[in-house]
Nanobody, 122 residues
Framework: VQLVESGGGSVQAGGSLRLSCAAS????????MGWFRQAPGKEREFVAT???????TYADSVKGRFTTSRDNAKNTLYLQMNGLKPEDTAAYYC?????????????????WGQGTQVTVSS
């Protein structure tokens, strides 16, 4: 399984970015896909998840600002981030997992990408 994130960068507060995660080596449509982030000196935290049938769950800190979606034909996961804040600055990781319910814990995911950096300046 290979997951490759892209789309990170530096933006000013209030700006937008769209992250992508290209997946290979798995039957993408069967997997729950998640987004996590990790700021320096902090634990990796849940951001969003999308189930195989596109049910979504978000962390309270990003609800209403971030939207995750998937294109099963392209084996690609997306995270649209609007209204970015300096506290959103982190490395963002996509992850793939199998299971039932809403996968919001790191331990539920077996495969991870290398991450893409998002920096939001005030």
């Amino acid at each position: 399984v290979q997951l490759v994130e892209s789309g990170g960068g530096s933006v000013q507060a209030g700006g937008s970015l769209r992250l992508s995660c290209a997946a290979s080596g798995l039957t993408f449509s069967l997997y729950h896909m998640g987004w996590f982030r990790q700021a320096p000196g902090k634990e990796r935290e849940f951001v969003a998840t999308i189930s195989p049938n596109s049910l979504t769950t978000y962390a309270d800190s990003v609800k209403g600002r971030f939207t995750t979606s998937r294109d099963n034909a392209k084996n690609t996961l997306y995270l649209q981030m609007n209204g970015l804040k300096p506290e959103d600055t982190a490395a963002y990781y996509c992850a793939a997992g199998l299971g039932s319910g809403r996968l919001v814990e790191k331990s539920m995911y077996k495969s991870w990408g290398q991450g893409t950096q998002v920096t939001v300046s005030s």
